[in-house]
């Protein structure tokens, strides 16, 4: 069986997809959290049909991606595991001239990835290109970045309700996750 495979560009044996579930409980447990990190999830995942056609939609991006900022050390592509630049509130931009973004505050393969491509992370010009091409209706004029909490109560009770407040505000008919 295993000389099938020999040749079709199967990968080793020992190239196995990152376990970042267990990563990130054993992070938030080395920060000093007291227990492990809980994955939330939802028993009725609140999806709708669309009511119109994609090219008559407007797409709003939601990234876990943050600007990068002075003062808080390495943040670009390559850096090492940086909490000092994570977000702690929303954080909301132009989609049209969109700051440089760093995702050092988050867990990922780095081995691997070097997130020099804000494309995998903030796929706004293939939104935009998207739109110009008449695919889709059109970019909001803003992008929103959210935090990645340890606490689902701040996400759920903090977080959520400002960020529906301004996917209304920009009135969104989709939001994308570009989450990392």
């Known amino acids: 069986m295993a000389a099938m495979g020999r040749g079709l560009g199967f990968a080793a044996a020992h190239d196995v997809p990152v376990p970042y579930i267990d990563r990130s409980r054993d992070y938030y447990l080395a920060m000093g959290y ?43 592509a390559g850096a090492a595991m940086n909490p000092a630049a994570a977000l702690h509130e929303i954080y909301s931009a132009s989609s049209c001239d969109p700051p440089e973004l760093g995702i050092s ?19 706004l010009a293939a939104l935009a290109d998207a739109a110009a091409a008449g695919r889709i209706g ?30 209304r505000e920009d009135q969104t008919d989709i939001a994308l996750l570009a989450a990392i």
């Open 34 to 76: 007291p227990k492990p990190y809980e994955w939330a999830h939802l028993a009725e995942v609140p999806f709708t049909t669309l009511d119109k056609p994609l090219d008559k939609i407007s797409f709003t991006v939601i990234t876990t991606a943050s600007p990068i900022r002075p003062g808080k050390g390495a943040q670009g």
């Open 105 to 123: 505050h988050l867990h990922y393969d780095r081995a691997h990835t070097k997130a020099a491509d804000q494309g995998a992370f903030m796929p």
């Open 138 to 167: 059109a970019v909001t004029p803003r992008f929103h970045s959210v935090p990645t909490r340890y606490s689902h109560r701040l996400s759920m009770k903090k977080d959520a309700p400002e960020l529906l407040a301004r996917l």
